[in-house]
């Protein structure tokens, strides 16, 4: 069982920066990969970007560019750096966790990160 625990997430005007952390617990080795997806209202969740913990990254078309994950293996923490924030980025964003991203084994509770002018 993974616990996931999130920070961050808040209201940005159009342009603007937000960090997001998560911080992994009773993962032991069960976790390779450490990531977001994010649900905007109305839409199914979505995936938005991943790191391995050899520091491969992967990320969602619509983000490349613009958000940047990093990781500290030490405190098994994740950061997702998201700059140039646009209103089509306003959803929940939940951290995962897992050997691999596409199948987690642990959420966290959800962040909103909201973009408006």
């Known amino acids: 069982q993974v616990q996931l625990v999130e920070s961050g997430g808040g209201f940005v005007q159009p342009g603007g920066s937000l960090r997001l952390s998560c911080v992994a617990s009773g993962s032991g080795n069960s976790i390779d990969a450490m990531g977001w997806y994010r649900q905007a209202p109305g839409k199914q969740r979505e995936f938005v970007a991943a790191?391995?913990?050899?520091?491969?990254?992967n990320y969602a078309d619509s983000v490349k560019g613009r958000f940047t994950i990093s990781r500290n293996n030490a405190n098994n923490t994740a950061y997702l750096q998201m700059n140039n924030l646009k209103p089509e980025d306003t959803a929940v964003y939940y951290c995962?966790?897992?050997?691999?991203?596409?199948?987690?084994?642990?959420w966290g509770q959800g962040t909103q990160v909201s973009v408006s002018s």
């Open positions: 790191i391995s913990r050899a520091g491969t990254t």
């Open positions: 995962a966790a897992g050997m691999l991203i596409s199948a987690p084994r642990g």
